[in-house]
């Protein structure tokens, strides 16, 4: 999985990679259903989301505890 604020950004990842799923806009607004996780990463990212908390919030709800 990925997300980046750019459509360019996720459309080259995709092409690049062997990402399957990368998602344009905020990390926020990604619906991942019943998915969990036993690991996030993330490098980089609080200084560029609008709300950190709500994203935290929302890589703890998915994590798989």
């Known amino acids: ?3 980046d604020f750019s459509k360019d950004a ?7 990679t062997k990402i399957k ?13 019943k998915q969990r996780f036993d690991v ?3 490098r980089a990212v609080f200084e560029h989301v609008m709300d950190p908390k ?3 919030e929302l890589l703890i709800r998915n994590l798989q505890l």
């Open 10 to 16: 996720v459309a080259v990842a995709k092409k690049r």
């Open 54 to 56: 709500a994203v935290l």
């Open 40 to 42: 996030i990463h993330m």
């Open 1 to 3: 999985y990925a997300t």
């Open 21 to 33: 799923k990368a998602w344009a806009g905020d990390i926020c607004d990604i619906d991942f259903g």
